[in-house]
C-alpha cells in the first residue's frame, strides 16, 4: 500500500528562508554610492599624525639626479642621431646636442618644480602630474609635424620628447614614493 503523504519520486529540495536587509533611503539623483559607511562619509579630517610628511630635502635631491638624467637622455639623443645616423633633429635653439641637453634638463627642472607644486595644493598630485606630463609631452611631440618638415627628422625629434617625457614621468613619480612619508606614532602601553 502506499502512504498519501509519501511520494515515490525524488525528495522536494528545503527551502530556507533568507532575511533581506531592509533598504534605505534613496540615493539622491547625480549621487554615486561609493561602497563605504555612511558613517564615515561625516568622518573628521585626518589628524596631523595621520597625515603624509613630504620630505623636500630627499625630494630635491632625487630632482636633481631626474634633471641630470634628463640632460643626459637629451645628449645621447642628441649624439646618437645627429652624429651617429645623421639624422637632424629639429629643435631648440637649432637642434644642436648642447641644446637638446639642457632642454632634457629643463624639462625634468620644470617638471620637479610642477610636481612639488601639486603635492602642496592638489589632492592626488601624482594622478595631476602624470596628466600634465603626458599632455605637455604629446604637444611636444606633435610639434615637429607642424609646417612642412621631413618626416624622419621630425619622427625623431618626436620619440626623443616622448622618452623625455616617460623618463621624466616615471623617475619623479618614484623618487615622490620615497618622499610621501607617514609619521611614526608614539608607542602606546
Known sequence: MSDPQRSDGPPEPT?????IPPSG?????????TGEPAESWDAPAPSSADRLRFDVRRYWA??????????????AASVIFDQAFDVGLLGPFGGSTAAWTLTGALFGLVSAAVLQLLVLVAPR???????LVGVVTLILAVAPFTGDPEPIPALMTALVWILLGVATSSMLSGVLGRTLVRPARPATR
Do not use: D, E, K, N
Not at 533611503?25 to 554610492?33: C, F, M, R, S
Not at 632625487?62 to 645628449?75: D, E, F, M, Q, S
Open 15 to 19: 527551502v530556507r528562508p533568507v532575511s
Open 125 to 131: 598630485p601624482r594622478m595631476f602630474f602624470g596628466w
Open 25 to 33: 533611503p534613496a540615493q539622491p539623483p547625480g549621487t554615486v554610492p
Open 62 to 75: 632625487g630632482a636633481v639626479v631626474t634633471v641630470v638624467v634628463c640632460g643626459l637622455v637629451g645628449l
